[in-house]
């Protein structure tokens, strides 16, 4: 789009008409591509394309926010002085000028997504298919998938900023469905980064492919698990999604904003065991959540949410800071779905990081529990901090020892307790990818943490005490 900066000022000069103290113009250009593979043939091959202006507005703690698939100046123009009337008053501020912003790109491109053909990426997919079914006769479907985004993003705002930048991502998806005739089981893999095709080098995907099958086919055995309060050892990478579910959604300015989060206030005090020290970082070298610029022209930070058990950071925007302290700053986590929808703060890379304890002597310290694995993702209610999440492979660990696997698990409790329920962390932290939805709509996160130690949390499950 690359705006002039004369049609970039005019814009945020109409919204500043009626007295509001920021303006804002956010443009965003995304291609997605997407080749599946099922019942052992090309199910899918399809692409979109997303492109449009959001225009967003302040005054004091009030916003007003409009977005058009229009690009031309007029429309924009016009957008903007619609808005403007959403506040009553004279003008108090003026932009005349612009200045743009060199953002340094945090995730580096080697392999472009146009560098191969579809034939090379179907192809591809197929090897990671016939993999699955080489494993069983009880392999009913194998779905296989390659995700591509490439995605441009300009910002420009009353400050006088202007700033661009690039987003490319990459993801590899494999469901394998299992059955006995009696039932059906399925396992899932899905490793995705801030990457261009090289990650369908690095990655085998054959092995993954095969993994996922053998995982499948062993859950038509498995036992249903047992339910009850209990020690849970959490795998490590994406189990870093109960961190997220129980305690990164209350952390977002969102939450502690509109004060309904059980951390509002509590910067500097105790929220978990010494053990824990969590971060959202957005700087992690192609990072699945990784974006060199967020949606307000920021640059990501590495945001100790938690330090030795103590609650020091939340997660911050321009607009929650206004509700909060003003004298707080942006956390460089400012995100959204597209521009049709009005930003707030988001996570971005969330994760426990590494204690001193082996995977090993954490199962040795379990006489009775279970071992979470694999994971499908949960919900939370910010309000109350309840969360719920499942575990879709888990096993039991008996007098130490990882024993049988057992069917899908559930995780539920409140997260202002799991953190002081942490009695160890392990020293293996991996990280995963994800897709998060609030109120911004759905955006690109990773969660990670080492093997830990849950000391008691309630589990669900159908084979009962």
Known sequence: MRLSKKTALLILNAGLETGADYSE???????????????????SVSSSRTCGVGIRLMKGDKTVYGYTADLSAKSLLKLSQDLSLGFEGERIKTVDALKEKKIKELNNIEIPHSSWTTEEKLSYLEKGEKSAFSVSDKIQDVFTMILEEDEHVEVYNSDGFEGQSNRVRTRLIVKAIATDGKQFQDSYKGPGLSKGLELLKEIDFEKLSKTAAEEAVALLDAP???????????????GGVLFHEACGHPLEGSAISHKTSP??????????????????????????????MDDEGHEPTKNHLITNGVLTSYMLDKFTIRKIDDTLSPSGSCRRESYMFLPTTRMTNTYIDNGTSTKEDIIKSVKNGIYCVGFTGGQVDPSTDQFLFTSDLAYVIKDGKVGHMIKSASLMGYGYEILKNITMVGNDMERGPGVCGAASGSCYVEVGQPTLLISKILVGSAGGK
Do not use: C
């Open 224 to 238: 249903d698990g047992p339910s009850g309060e209990m020690p849970v050892v959490l795998g490590n990478g994406f």
């Open 263 to 292: 951390f509002t206030g509590k910067l500097g005090e105790k929220v978990a065991t010494d053990i824990v020290n969590a971060y959202d970082d957005g700087t992690i070298l192609n990072g699945w959540g990784t974006e060199s």
């Open 25 to 43: 113009i956010y443009y965003q250009d995304s291609l997605s591509h997407n080749y599946s593979r099922r019942y052992k043939k090309v199910f």
